[in-house]
């Protein structure tokens, strides 16, 4: 299994939006660092879901329910989805300023590349987030 980071503007498409829609294709991607990732993506893989923009927090995990294909809201075939179903939203939020505090996530691609939004996480890292979010 491995794990990941998706990033999402809440105003655009946010928490909330999730778990009404259930379960939705992550699209509009347009950075080959960032669909690479998401083509690596498998069934079962888990994935922190994360505001940013003016939130800058993980809000919950998700699960990847689909594995990449053609982005349909392009005729570009660069660009692809997945598509992920929501598995909890956590107790706390997790901001970026929790993340950078804590030494043990200081070689984290969120604090390394804050701009990617896909992007994956180490097993441990994932685990102390979720700790985080679930105290």
């Known amino acids: 299994?491995?794990?990941w980071l998706m990033?999402?503007?809440?105003?655009?498409?946010?928490?909330?939006?999730?778990?009404?829609?259930?379960?939705?294709?992550?699209?509009?991607?347009r950075n080959y660092q960032a669909s690479n990732n998401m083509k690596e993506?498998?069934?079962?893989?888990?994935?922190?879901f994360y505001h940013s923009v003016n939130d800058k927090c993980v809000v919950g995990m998700a699960k990847i329910v689909k594995e990449f294909y053609q982005d349909p809201t392009t005729d570009d075939d660069r660009w692809v989805v997945v598509e992920i179903e929501p598995v909890e939203k956590f107790k706390r939020e997790v901001t970026l300023a929790d993340v950078k505090a804590d030494s043990r996530l200081s070689e984290m691609v969120l604090v390394k590349n804050s701009r990617l939004s896909v992007q994956p996480v180490r097993k441990e890292e994932f685990d102390i987030i979720v700790g985080k979010g679930n105290e």
């Open 1 to 3: 299994m491995n794990y």
């Open 7 to 29: 990033k999402s503007e809440p105003n655009t498409y946010s928490w909330d939006n999730l778990v009404k829609d259930k379960r939705t294709h992550w699209d509009g991607v």
């Open 41 to 48: 993506m498998k069934v079962g893989d888990l994935a922190l």
